[in-house]
């Protein structure tokens, strides 16, 4: 049982450039959530899942996409890079209501130049 | 909008004193309060989780007030230990919305 899994674990993107960032959970769990942590700044919600094929935006969606084709795996996606969403990206995940315990990945460190 | 808050930024206490860690929040309107945490270039670890309803939580080590009322959560670890040296995070949940609202951490240091 690996919880909630995320690749890569850092990545260097200059401006303009695109990327997906990967994570798994094998909890069975129907919602999933990515989550950026800036300084200073607690984490923010940036789009969450409440089931396979949905879809939602969050606090900060601006410059980011995701998918949800399969119940497992939430995808994030950055169109045109750029250095405001050098961040460090955390996925995550619940057996049903965002009220619930939510399970963390150990993140993915971006830097965008 | 919630605003949640957590002072000190960062905390150093020697082996074996007891730790007090707080949160305050604006909005008294909430359905729970957990307690996360972090250790370095790791993801987050819920604690503690305390519904609206409730005025406390325990775990071993860790106890969890909560004060709706006053905006108010203390999370207390007993007879602090090297390994508890990380960042504790608390998150407030509004009662029919889906934003955990994060406040920023305090990162702890125990030395030996």
Redesign the interface.
């Given at each position: 049982n690996a919880g909630?899994t995320q690749t890569p674990k850092f990545r260097v993107l200059k401006t303009g450039q695109s990327m997906t960032l990967l994570c798994a959970q094998d909890m069975n769990h129907e919602y999933m959530y990515w989550y950026r942590q800036d300084p200073?700044?607690?984490?923010?919600?940036i789009h969450?899942s409440v089931g396979e094929g949905t879809t939602?935006k969050?606090?900060v969606p601006d410059g980011y996409n995701v998918s949800r084709l399969k119940k497992q795996n939430f995808l994030l996606g950055l169109e045109s890079a750029a250095p405001s969403q050098t961040s460090v990206y955390?996925c995550?995940s619940s057996y049903t209501a965002?009220?619930e315990?939510?399970?963390?990945?150990?993140?993915t460190r971006l830097l965008v130049l | 909008k919630q605003e949640v808050t957590q002072i000190p930024a960062a905390l150093s206490v020697p082996e074996g004193e007891n730790l007090v860690l707080n949160c305050s929040f604006t909005d008294s309107a909430i359905y729970n309060l957990q307690w996360f945490r972090q250790d370095p270039g790791k993801g987050l670890t819920s604690l503690l989780l305390i519904q609206s309803s409730q005025r406390e939580q325990t775990s071993g080590r860790l106890n969890a007030s909560l004060d709706k009322s006053s905006g108010r959560s203390t999370l207390y670890i007993a007879a602090s230990q090297p390994g508890d040296s990380a960042t504790y995070l608390c998150a407030v949940t509004p009662p029919n919305d889906y934003k955990l609202s994060f406040g920023a951490g305090t990162t702890v240091t125990v030395r030996a």
């Amino acid at each position: 049982n690996a919880g909630v899994t995320q690749t890569p674990k850092f990545r260097v993107l200059k401006t303009g450039q695109s990327m997906t960032l990967l994570c798994a959970q094998d909890m069975n769990h129907e919602y999933m959530y990515w989550y950026r942590q800036d300084p200073g700044m607690g984490l923010r919600l940036i789009h969450y899942s409440v089931g396979e094929g949905t879809t939602a935006k969050g606090e900060v969606p601006d410059g980011y996409n995701v998918s949800r084709l399969k119940k497992q795996n939430f995808l994030l996606g950055l169109e045109s890079a750029a250095p405001s969403q050098t961040s460090v990206y955390f996925c995550a995940s619940s057996y049903t209501a965002f009220q619930e315990t939510q399970y963390f990945g150990p993140g993915t460190r971006l830097l965008v130049l | 909008k919630q605003e949640v808050t957590q002072i000190p930024a960062a905390l150093s206490v020697p082996e074996g004193e007891n730790l007090v860690l707080n949160c305050s929040f604006t909005d008294s309107a909430i359905y729970n309060l957990q307690w996360f945490r972090q250790d370095p270039g790791k993801g987050l670890t819920s604690l503690l989780l305390i519904q609206s309803s409730q005025r406390e939580q325990t775990s071993g080590r860790l106890n969890a007030s909560l004060d709706k009322s006053s905006g108010r959560s203390t999370l207390y670890i007993a007879a602090s230990q090297p390994g508890d040296s990380a960042t504790y995070l608390c998150a407030v949940t509004p009662p029919n919305d889906y934003k955990l609202s994060f406040g920023a951490g305090t990162t702890v240091t125990v030395r030996a």
